[in-house]
């Protein structure tokens, strides 16, 4: 797949301004290759960690699958990035042997899984936009990507109907579960916008035919989510703080843990297999 | 599923005797089935601890696959015996709350994960095992049972020859990759015997045409994870003392803890979903 990655790509891309971020000059292309491929990372890892802790087999089944949905497209993502980027590095170099500073993932998904509210609170803040995403990347000029997008938005679709029935269920479920869900969506909603926040990035690959219009894509995320908030009986916040920064590399001290978890194994044995 | 268990089994398996293990008089078809969803469930959970930090994204992917497959068949294993035990107690109330003692797993299953070389040949005993155990329950008298184990039977093929790859990966690669095979192979072998031994629950439930024939799995098991070991160039212990006692709930400690982090979060809130 890296051989031939991207060639109708490639003269747009090479066309556009190379951007700063973080400092380094990087290509738009790789960099947007990298935010996507690194916001499944990061967000597979925060799901598998409930495998072996749900409350209830069927969903840590259910959350493991989704897990490994995730991490499987960042494994394509970041071997297009790795491939984009043209100094060697696959998949795995890119996940286990960059630090937070590199990675490109927004915020919303390295916050903790925290308990089951958290968990799917966020799952369905990423999944009601990713599913809209990947939609609108299954027709990127980018012809590898666009067929990892294609089947992402297949499972997408599954995904997002998944965390949107739990969402209702504990929104309109026990108290308990009501008090856990509001708290849940008035801690996250601060990090509910980055995802559909464009920058000099997003404008330079939707220039090129090769990424999705978030401007066109936020409005139908955010009356999605609310439609489901209020079937759910929850309250969306009125005015926060948005936070940003993930896709430049600025991120909470969370990453910077669960990385040093994740890339563990791998860095202690470079090129081995433990 | 629950409402038609086995009904061509009830006769057989009632006429069988009652057994005492652990001091409890028990039902040798609940015993029979709580013994391979056990398996299923413990190895399951040692196999995800490894998701989100496997040295390479695609064996973190396979082996999250796998403990899924075996989770996904513990659910099953453990409805049919919540259902034959008829006292309401469902898959999540048997994995949930359950203490070590009742657990009928082999204590091969139990060994904590260790490192890649340790997994893996653990996986490769396990499935060794189970790929010909999984065939014959396919045949089983009891209908759900063998339901149950034709689709895990095409799994366990899968998973066999995924970790009789690795073991003649690791045991015939590097220095320090045999090196680490064998001693995983010295310090399991001591487990690999139980689960092809034969007790009064097997000899019960194979009387009754419901349980595989161990005595004559046994020799074929053997014959084929020494084929493996000898292509991965490692030497298989000539004396250890076998171990025994995880099929009537005698565990090592590792168990106990284990199910301590397996259960917290549904012991903390009964009935709730976090």
Chains 1, 2 share one sequence.
Do not use: C
Request: proline share 4%; no cysteine; net charge negative.
């Amino acid at each position: 797949m890296s051989g031939d990655a991207s060639p109708s790509a490639a003269a747009p891309v090479a066309a556009a301004p190379a951007l700063a971020t973080s400092g380094v000059v990087a290509d738009p292309l790789v960099e947007y290759l990298l935010r996507h491929g690194d916001d499944r990372l990061v967000l597979g890892h925060r799901l598998s960690e409930w495998v072996g802790h749900a409350p209830i087999l069927e969903e840590d089944i259910a959350l493991g699958n989704i897990a490994l949905d995730l991490v499987g497209q960042s494994t394509s993502l970041l071997g297009l990035a790795g491939a984009a980027e043209g100094k060697g590095r696959d998949a795995d170099a890119l996940a286990y042997h960059r630090e937070a500073v590199e990675f490109r993932n927004v915020q919303l998904v390295e916050v903790p899984r925290g308990d089951f509210a958290v968990t799917m609170v966020r799952q369905f803040l990423f999944d009601a936009y990713d599913v809209l995403l990947t939609e609108a990347l299954q027709g990127s000029a980018h012809a590898d990507l666009a067929g990892v997008m294609a089947k992402a938005h297949k499972e997408a679709q599954y995904h997002v109907r998944h965390s949107a029935d739990w969402v209702v269920r504990l929104g309109d479920g026990t108290g308990e579960s009501r008090r856990r869900a509001q708290r849940a969506l008035d801690d996250l909603w601060r990090f509910a916008a980055e995802p559909t926040t464009p920058d000099d990035v997003d404008r330079a690959m939707l220039a090129a035919g090769i990424g999705a219009d978030l401007d066109a894509l936020r409005p139908r995320w955010d009356a999605s989510v609310r439609e489901v908030f209020a079937e759910a009986t929850l309250t969306v916040p009125e005015k926060v703080l948005p936070a940003r920064g993930g896709r430049t590399g600025r991120h909470t001290e969370h990453l910077g843990l669960m990385l040093a978890e994740m890339q563990i194994v791998a860095r202690s044995h470079p090129g081995a297999t433990w």
